[in-house]
């Protein structure tokens, strides 16, 4: 199979040339190759929301947003060239503010241009405040097989405190909808919200709960930098409440026969997001969209990209063939770190292998890390498995940290992740 002719085939087939040159790794093979997709416009933008995400002021740009995804696309073809794609994850912003048609056009164009494994798993991210009835299902016949709609919560007043543009009643009614139509979906919930108690919060997961999700994800409300909360905090629970809360929601989804398989996730058997376990398995994905991220393999590299990021700077370039604003091939010496923040957040761990086959570098980069963490009681060691305890996975912050490369002469160590 040869890629399309186009007037910038040349260049870009050179640019695809000058990743597959020899480098100091040696990647046995390469990981599964996911899409994401940015729609970055929301009806309003939420206090907490650190995403890139811009609201619609009345003039959100479909035809001209899609050409440019399909320029972008277009454009990282060469590196990508011959791999199917796994999964597809349309997220925002709010996605659902586009309308079917145009869903279903992006997608038609995207399987024309990129070979799809047969019953991708191809999400939408959904509010319901953008809900209306039969959208859902006109999404699903769009060829979306997963909603994933940002709930957070189902009471009123926790729902003004934190911003959000729907109330209960659109809630329920978003949810309901997305189990008629929908095999699968995804609900989110967030805890720890501005004078949520223990009580309240079991009021919202048994709301949730009730409707039976295949997929129910678990935010903790934390203040992040640049958003309007950072600069107007509000009163949250303590860390002991918050603490409690999680031990409720660990209990109740348990009993109601949802896994933790990922620190943040819960799931029926065979309603997993693969799009996601992907990521946390250092998957490959391409990141196309206003400020999209992506990581791609290469035989001897690994490179991140991100695009550029406000959405009128992104269209313009993208439709001139320069989707990218930068670009860095992952350094050797900090692979296990980048490796482990995903690896280490699912509760059934790793196999080392796997570690040697994604980053190319081999078990011994990792092992006195892991050693390390089976010491603090932090993991657990089996033959070639590696697995976080329970305790690893509430102090998930300081398992990761074990992994971070010491600073190189002159250069202070960078902040360990957020759990």
Same mark, same amino acid.
């Given at each position: 199979?040869?890629?399309?002719?186009?007037?910038?085939?040349?260049?870009?087939?050179?640019?695809?040339?000058?990743?597959?040159?020899?480098?100091?790794?040696?990647?046995?093979?390469?990981?599964?190759?996911?899409?994401?997709?940015?729609?970055?416009?929301?009806?309003?933008?939420?206090?907490?929301?650190?995403?890139?995400?811009?609201?619609?002021?009345?003039? @959100?740009?479909?035809?001209?947003?899609?050409? &440019? #995804? =399909? *320029?972008?696309?277009?454009?990282? +073809? %060469? $590196?990508?060239? /011959?791999?199917?794609?796994?999964?597809?994850?349309?997220?925002?912003?709010?996605?659902? @503010?586009?309308?079917?048609?145009?869903?279903? &056009? #992006? =997608? *038609?164009?995207?399987?024309?241009? +990129? %070979? $799809?494994?047969? /019953?991708?798993?191809?999400?939408?991210?959904?509010?319901?405040?953008?809900?209306?009835?039969?959208?859902?299902?006109?999404?699903?016949? &769009?060829?979306?097989?997963?909603?994933?709609?940002?709930?957070?919560?189902?009471?009123?007043?926790?729902?003004?405190?934190?911003?959000?543009?729907?109330?209960?009643?659109?809630?329920?009614?978003?949810?309901?909808?997305? &189990?008629?139509?929908?095999?699968?979906?995804?609900?989110?919930?967030?805890?720890?919200?501005?004078?949520?108690?223990?009580?309240?919060?079991?009021?919202?997961?048994?709301?949730?709960?009730?409707?039976?999700?295949?997929?129910?994800?678990?935010?903790?409300?934390?203040?992040?930098?640049?958003?309007?909360?950072?600069?107007?905090?509000?009163?949250?629970?303590?860390?002991?409440?918050?603490?409690?809360?999680?031990?409720?929601?660990?209990?109740?989804?348990?009993?109601?026969?949802?896994?933790?398989?990922?620190?943040?996730?819960?799931?029926?058997?065979?309603?997993?997001?693969?799009?996601?376990?992907?990521?946390?398995?250092?998957?490959?994905?391409?990141?196309?969209?206003?400020?999209?991220?992506?990581?791609?393999?290469?035989?001897?590299?690994?490179?991140?990209?991100?695009?550029?990021?406000?959405?009128?700077?992104?269209?313009?370039?993208?439709?001139?063939?320069?989707?990218?604003?930068?670009?860095?091939?992952?350094?050797?010496?900090?692979?296990?770190?980048?490796?482990?923040?995903?690896?280490?957040?699912?509760?059934?761990?790793?196999?080392?292998?796997?570690?040697?086959?994604?980053?190319?570098?081999?078990?011994?980069?990792?092992?006195?890390?892991?050693?390390?963490?089976?010491?603090?009681?932090?993991?657990?060691?089996?033959?070639?498995?590696?697995?976080?305890?329970?305790?690893?996975?509430?102090?998930?912050?300081?398992?990761?940290?074990?992994?971070?490369?010491?600073?190189?002469?002159?250069?202070?160590?960078?902040?360990?992740?957020?759990?």
């Amino acid at each position: 199979m040869t890629p399309p002719a186009d007037p910038a085939g040349a260049p870009r087939a050179a640019a695809a040339a000058h990743y597959l040159r020899p480098g100091t790794l040696q990647l046995g093979a390469l990981p599964p190759l996911s899409l994401y997709v940015h729609l970055p416009w929301c009806l309003k933008k939420c206090p907490y929301c650190d995403f890139n995400s811009h609201e619609d002021r009345g003039g @959100l740009p479909e035809q001209r947003y899609g050409e &440019a #995804l =399909l *320029a972008d696309l277009e454009t990282a +073809l %060469p $590196l990508v060239w /011959g791999r199917r794609v796994q999964t597809v994850f349309i997220g925002g912003g709010t996605p659902s @503010l586009f309308s079917p048609a145009a869903i279903d &056009a #992006l =997608l *038609a164009a995207i399987r024309a241009r +990129l %070979p $799809l494994e047969p /019953g991708a798993e191809i999400t939408l991210e959904a509010n319901p405040g953008t809900f209306e009835r039969d959208r859902f299902k006109a999404y699903r016949e &769009a060829g979306v097989t997963r909603l994933s709609i940002g709930v957070q919560s189902f009471d009123d007043g926790a729902l003004q405190r934190i911003g959000r543009v729907h109330d209960a009643a659109q809630a329920r009614a978003a949810v309901e909808e997305a &189990a008629r139509c929908f095999e699968t979906w995804n609900l989110d919930l967030m805890y720890a919200l501005p004078g949520q108690g223990l009580d309240d919060l079991a009021r919202d997961l048994d709301t949730a709960l009730s409707f039976r999700p295949p997929h129910l994800s678990v935010y903790h409300l934390t203040l992040e930098p640049n958003t309007y909360f950072a600069t107007h905090p509000p009163v949250l629970p303590d860390d002991d409440t918050a603490s409690d809360m999680l031990d409720v929601l660990c209990e109740r989804t348990a009993a109601a026969g949802l896994q933790r398989y990922e620190v943040s996730a819960f799931a029926r058997p065979g309603h997993r997001c693969g799009h996601n376990l992907n990521y946390w398995q250092f998957g490959d994905y391409l990141g196309i969209g206003a400020g999209a991220h992506g990581k791609l393999s290469f035989p001897h590299r690994v490179l991140r990209q991100v695009r550029w990021r406000e959405p009128g700077t992104y269209m313009q370039q993208a439709l001139a063939g320069t989707p990218v604003s930068n670009e860095h091939e992952v350094a050797r010496r900090d692979l296990p770190f980048e490796y482990m923040l995903g690896a280490l957040r699912l509760r059934e761990g790793f196999d080392l292998q796997r570690f040697a086959e994604r980053t190319g570098l081999p078990v011994s980069a990792v092992l006195p890390g892991l050693q390390q963490a089976e010491g603090r009681g932090l993991l657990v060691l089996q033959g070639d498995h590696a697995q976080p305890t329970a305790r690893g996975f509430d102090f998930l912050s300081d398992l990761q940290a074990l992994f971070l490369a010491p600073p190189a002469p002159g250069q202070a160590r960078p902040p360990g992740p957020r759990a």
